[in-house]
C-alpha cells in the first residue's frame, strides 16, 4: 500500500523559505517519477512540480518556477521541495503525489 507523509511545513514572513519532505513505502520509490501538488482555501488543486525517479530532471509549475526546487534521495525514499522567496500566494496545503494518491498533506503559510 502506498504511503505518503509530507512534513516540514509552517508559517513563514513573505521572502522566507521552508524545505517540504514528504516520506514514502509501500512502493520502489526509485521506480516513479514524483509530484508536488497544493491547495489553497476555496481554490482547486494546483500542480506545483514533477520530479523523474533518478532525480535528474524536474519540471515547475510558472507561479513557482525559479523559486521552488524537487530533489529527492531515493536511499532515503524521501522527496523535497525547497520553497524560496514566499508569496502570500503561497498560502496553501502542499501534498506529494503518485498517481493520484496524496498524503495527508503540511500546511504553508506566508504571512506578515
Known amino acids: 500500500e502506498v504511503h505518503l507523509v509530507e512534513s516540514g511545513g509552517g508559517l513563514v514572513q513573505p521572502g522566507g523559505s521552508l524545505r517540504l519532505s514528504c516520506a514514502a513505502s509501500g512502493f520502489i520509490f526509485s521506480d516513479y517519477g514524483m509530484d508536488w501538488v497544493r491547495q489553497a482555501p476555496g481554490k482547486e488543486l494546483e500542480w506545483v512540480s514533477n520530479?523523474?525517479?533518478?532525480?535528474?530532471?524536474?519540471s515547475y509549475a510558472e507561479t513557482v518556477k525559479g523559486r521552488f526546487i524537487s530533489s529527492r534521495d531515493n536511499v532515503k525514499n524521501t522527496l523535497y521541495l525547497q520553497l524560496n522567496s514566499l508569496k502570500t500566494e503561497d498560502t496553501a496545503m502542499y501534498y506529494c503525489?503518485?498517481?493520484?494518491?496524496r498524503g495527508q498533506g503540511t500546511q504553508v503559510t506566508v504571512s506578515s
Open positions: 503525489q503518485k498517481h493520484g494518491i
Open positions: 520530479i523523474d525517479r533518478w532525480g535528474y530532471t524536474s
